[in-house]
């Protein structure tokens, strides 16, 4: 069974970075689209930034492009979302979730009643002063 594990969130001052990481285990991630989504208090969860660990194909929402960059190391089984100009309202848990079936996109803007393969327990970022 694929299991993610979130680490690197915090607290950090607008401006700032930070950089997340999903480690997975139990299966390596060749061929599944894996990502990253977002959940503030009172709001929907959305996808950040999306990639395929086959051929480095991405997504990122209108929110984050230009500020977040999310890569793969394949050797490591690991994702990464660097996360730079942090603004306070990125303020979230950060999840990553990983589908062997969809499209890099799909995952990222969601598909309705379909449950993803494997999600981690979330990190928390916090952009404040």
């Known amino acids: 069974q694929l299991q993610l594990v979130e680490s690197g969130g915090g607290l950090v001052q607008p401006g700032g970075s930070l950089r997340l990481s999903c480690i997975a285990s139990?299966?390596?991630?060749?061929?599944?689209?894996i990502g990253w989504f977002r959940q503030a208090p009172g709001k929907e969860r959305e996808g950040v930034s999306c990639i395929s660990t086959s051929d480095g194909t991405t997504y990122y929402a209108d929110s984050v492009k230009g500020r977040f960059t999310i890569s793969k190391d394949n050797s490591k089984n690991t994702v990464y979302l660097q996360m730079n100009s942090l603004k306070p309202e990125d303020t979230a848990v950060y999840y990553c979730?990983?589908?062997?079936?969809?499209?890099?996109?799909?995952?990222?803007?969601?598909?309705?009643?379909?449950?993803?393969?494997?999600w981690g327990q979330g990190t928390q970022v916090t952009v404040s002063s």
């Open positions: 139990g299966y390596t991630l060749d061929y599944y689209a």
């Open positions: 979730a990983a589908d062997l079936g969809l499209t890099v996109q799909t995952l990222c803007v969601g598909a309705p009643g379909y449950e993803y393969d494997a």
